[in-house]
């Protein structure tokens, strides 16, 4: 808002002072997971707590890789979040070029069901999807969490808007007339044009496949195929619980997100806050 | 919302400007036609087929299999409304449906207060290093629902040395058993939602902020507004969409709520913090009562939908009166 500048310095102070207070609280949980990360257990379990980092970071980290398959379970995540990210952007892209490009009967009604799925809760066909899955014998086998991942509503909606407004119909009679087929003019056309949405909706993607728990956990049960999301959970199981470790997991399985993010936050802020606003 | 209209428009014109356009030879046009619908539906056909098996099917048959009883080997058998009965006479599900309310608005009401503070705060033209504040504020965003139940869990641990009993045991707070304490566990699922998301619903009122023309600004300081008449009848209204939104996806979220409860309080779980989802998970895939958890997936998704019609309701109700000062 554009506040007149006369205003008291007081108020202007508060504001920074809520806003130190905030971000403070929002780093916080990151600092102290570092230094549960690089603590032993005994310092931990001390009263005042420890603020300080420890020196226990590589040992604290060893009982992580003994406890659970640290770097296959980040493999598999990475492998499931990319291949659907990848599968997501080229199907969304080509039905959503479909919808905003192409005339076929029944185009208005079959879109406006897709935007109705979107309403619908991923937990109402959970039990069955699971038996589907029993079937095709993909239970703890990655299939059963990438084949289902490629379908995405909201990527196709998305994708629509995008390329309805960003690709001009001149352009696309233009290729016609030269003689491209609607494959080549998707190719062409279509994929450089919307390479921005393609960074913006695979962030999107990405994030929320990496995230995902409740399916995963269902589906892939065997521990060599967890994803991390998953095998960080196990890591509450032990009955005495050694915190340290647990935090080393978490903190090292965190710091890829944040270093990936720190890199390219513009880019993140601005996904986030276009696939909220579209 | 609006700007999906403004392109929907858009694109509109385009299509009727396109359908006059092409004047080209009369067969080409009608070969056209016929490709552009062959690839149009293929095109489309890999969400079709795929929600088909993943999407359609499912859905289906968990109306059918609430009214059977399995355990997910053995016969089916058919029980009428029986399941639905067991889960409505179980005082666990209707303590699953409370939790997952009071979480939901422990978590997100004031969540949604401080984003809009913050973004205005972010927004404001005296402020310096906003891009600081906007990263800190929205790193938490970054971490997965697991991580940020994790660090919690061990943040609110029962012990006289976690660090939230130490904290208040420095004013004299005997320590709580977080875990198992009724407001204990929702106060501590309750602070992982407010941290995850508080960010992320900043920038999203930011941007929409940001996208207030400020010549509506000017013109209110000229006819002599004063700060809060400008917050009120221009920031406000024009954030509509963005706040109807954000309470619509925190609404939902918050009812599909999960992953914090499962890991604060062990793969068990408890009373005090079980959700609604929670329930329908042990329920199929601790106990093997598929019967039962379909009926409460089919009362989740009513549950669902009950809320969003209301939201749109009151969406619609409180920007309507508000929009009436601006004009």
């Known amino acids: 808002m554009e506040t007149n500048k006369k205003k008291a310095p007081v108020a202007k102070y508060l504001v920074y002072l809520g806003l130190i207070v905030v971000s403070l609280g929002s780093l916080f949980p990151f600092y102290w997971m570092f230094v549960m990360a690089t603590n032993p257990n005994s310092m931990i379990n001390q009263t005042p707590p420890v603020m300080i980092p420890g020196s226990n970071m590589v040992s604290n980290f060893q009982l992580v890789l003994d406890s659970i398959p640290f770097w296959g379970a980040m493999l598999n995540s990475l492998i499931v979040s990319s291949t659907i990210t990848i599968g997501v952007l080229i199907l969304c892209s080509l039905a959503g070029f479909a919808f905003a490009k192409l005339e076929f009967p029944g185009r208005t009604m079959l879109f406006v069901f897709i935007l109705g799925t979107m309403m619908i809760p991923p937990q109402l066909g959970l039990i069955p999807t699971y038996f589907i899955i029993t079937q095709l014998g993909w239970l703890s086998d990655l299939r059963a969490v990438i084949v289902p991942g490629l379908m995405n509503a909201f990527g196709i909606f998305w994708m629509r808007q995008y390329i309805s407004s960003a690709v001009p119909d001149s352009i696309i009679e233009a290729a016609r007339i030269d003689g491209c087929s609607n494959f080549r003019i998707y190719w062409n056309i279509i994929i450089p044009t919307i390479l921005p949405a393609f960074a913006t909706l ?12 409740l399916w995963p956990l269902v589906v892939l049960q065997d521990q060599s195929m967890h994803t991390i999301q998953v095998a960080l959970r196990s890591l509450m199981d032990d009955r005495v619980r050694d915190y340290g470790m647990i935090l080393s997991g978490t903190f090292w399985a965190t710091v890829p997100l944040i270093v990936i993010f720190l890199l390219f936050n513009k880019l993140f802020i601005k996904s986030i806050t276009d696939g909220a606003v579209k | 919302m609006a700007r999906l209209q403004r392109d929907a428009g858009k694109s509109n014109d385009h299509n009727t400007m396109s359908n006059k356009e092409p004047q080209e030879p009369k067969k080409r046009s009608f070969s056209q036609r016929q490709r552009n619908m062959a690839s149009g539906y293929m095109f489309i056909s890999p969400f079709y087929l795929l929600f088909a098996v993943f999407g359609v099917f499912p859905i289906l048959y ?42 939901g608005l422990m978590g997100t009401a004031p969540q949604l207060i401080v984003a809009l503070l913050l973004a205005f705060a972010l927004n404001s033209v005296l402020i310096k290093y906003k891009s600081v504040f906007r990263l800190a504020i929205f790193l938490p965003y970054v971490t997965s629902i697991v991580a940020v139940a994790i660090v919690f869990s061990v943040i609110f641990s029962n012990q006289e ?23 204990g566990t929702k106060v501590a699922i309750a602070t992982m939602i407010f941290w995850r998301w508080v960010g992320y619903n900043t920038i999203i009122y930011l941007a929409g902020m940001q996208a207030i023309p400020s010549d509506l600004y000017e013109a209110a300081k000229i006819d002599g507004a004063s700060l809060r008449q400008q917050i009120w009848h221009i920031t406000i209204p024009m954030l509509k969409p963005f706040i109807i939104f954000t309470v619509f996806t925190s609404t939902i979220g918050a009812l599909q709520i999960f992953a914090e409860p499962h890991i604060f309080q062990g793969r068990a779980g408890r009373p005090e913090g079980m959700s609604i989802v929670l329930y329908l998970y042990r329920d199929a895939f601790g106990s093997n009562f598929f019967g039962t958890a379909s009926a409460t997936a089919i009362v989740l998704f009513f549950i669902i939908i009950v809320f969003s019609t209301m939201n749109l309701y009151f969406a619609n109700r409180i920007g309507r009166s508000k929009k009436v000062g601006v004009k």
Do not use: C, H, Q
Not at chain 1, 202 to 213: H, T
Not at chain 2, 169 to 175: N, S
């Open chain 1, 202 to 213: 695979g962030i999107i993607v990405f994030m929320a496949i990496w995230g995902d728990y």
């Open chain 2, 161 to 183: 040395s976690g660090l939230v009993n130490a904290f208040l045991g420095m004013f004299g707070v005997e320590p709580i058993t977080w875990t198992r304490a009724e407001w």
């Open chain 2, 62 to 103: 968990s109306f059918y299999l609430a009214f059977f009883r399995w355990d997910g080997l053995g016969d089916m058998e058919y029980v009428g409304f029986n399941n639905f009965n067991i889960i409505f006479n179980d005082p666990l599900f209707w303590k699953s449906l409370y939790n997952t309310i009071v979480i």
